[in-house]
């Protein structure tokens, strides 16, 4: 079974800084995607970036960026020039690729509450 | 573009009772995922429906279940409800294979609570 962790329940950040979150995994799966998910007051949740398993470049959205380190079963999320929007719930999520175990169905992590200030 | 709707917004039930959660997924996709969101327990995998077939199961007990309809889109039933159900319903869509375009597309859930 793979499992995700995200050991900071909460961060806060000064407008226009950089913060980033922390997040591992477990899995003895070989293909597998992983995301970071935002969920702001409004519920919905929306995928900020994700990452496969067998690229080695890690990838950026903007303003966002990962550090996906695979040997380690790391997975941070780092956001440049915070912005007050950007206060919201961040998940984690794993999914095995297609044939795994849990394609399909996303494993998420406990979810860090980050809080941009003015 | 229409994303995915859910309905109800809210929901409150009696313990015993039974719920029906409703999912309208983005058009063109046929996939169709359940989440359950609970005070302290996290995001857990419910159920994925694919042109109208169960894909996958999380560890949820059998009253738990749900359909998918010819035009995509979904219903969540949960029987005999507990207390423990009381919970934020989140429904997601995506094209049929998964890593093709952008994934999962996340509607803004039903809150079901259970007196």
């Known amino acids: 079974a793979q499992t995700v962790t995200q050991s900071q329940p909460e961060m806060s950040v000064q407008e226009a800084e950089t913060v980033t979150l922390s997040c591992t995994y477990d899995t003895s799966e070989n293909n597998y995607y992983l995301f970071w998910y935002k969920q702001p007051p409004s519920r919905q949740m929306i995928l900020v970036i994700r990452?496969?398993?067998?690229?080695?470049q890690n990838a950026t959205e903007n303003r966002f960026s990962v550090n996906f380190q695979k040997a380690a079963k790391s997975f941070s999320l780092k956001i440049s020039d915070s912005q007050l929007g950007d206060t919201a719930m961040y998940f984690c999520a794993f999914m095995t690729g297609a044939g795994g175990t849990s394609y399909g169905k996303l494993t998420f992590g406990q979810g860090t509450i980050l809080t941009v200030h003015p | 573009e229409a994303g995915v709707t859910q309905s109800p917004t809210h929901l409150i039930k009696t313990r015993g009772q039974q719920a029906t959660l409703r999912c309208s997924p983005i058009s063109g996709h046929t996939s169709v995922y359940w989440y359950q969101q609970a005070l302290g327990l996290g995001l857990q995998f419910l159920l994925w429906?694919?042109?109208?077939?169960?894909?996958n199961r999380g560890n949820f007990p059998p009253r738990f279940s749900g359909r998918q309809f010819p035009n995509y889109s979904s219903e969540l039933n949960v029987n005999a409800l507990e207390l423990e159900d009381s919970a934020l319903y989140l429904c997601a869509s995506s094209f049929h294979s998964f890593v093709a375009g952008p994934g999962y597309t996340f509607g803004s859930g039903t809150r079901l609570t259970v007196v």
């Open positions: 429906y694919d042109e109208g077939e169960e894909r």
């Open positions: 990452q496969e398993a067998y690229k080695q």
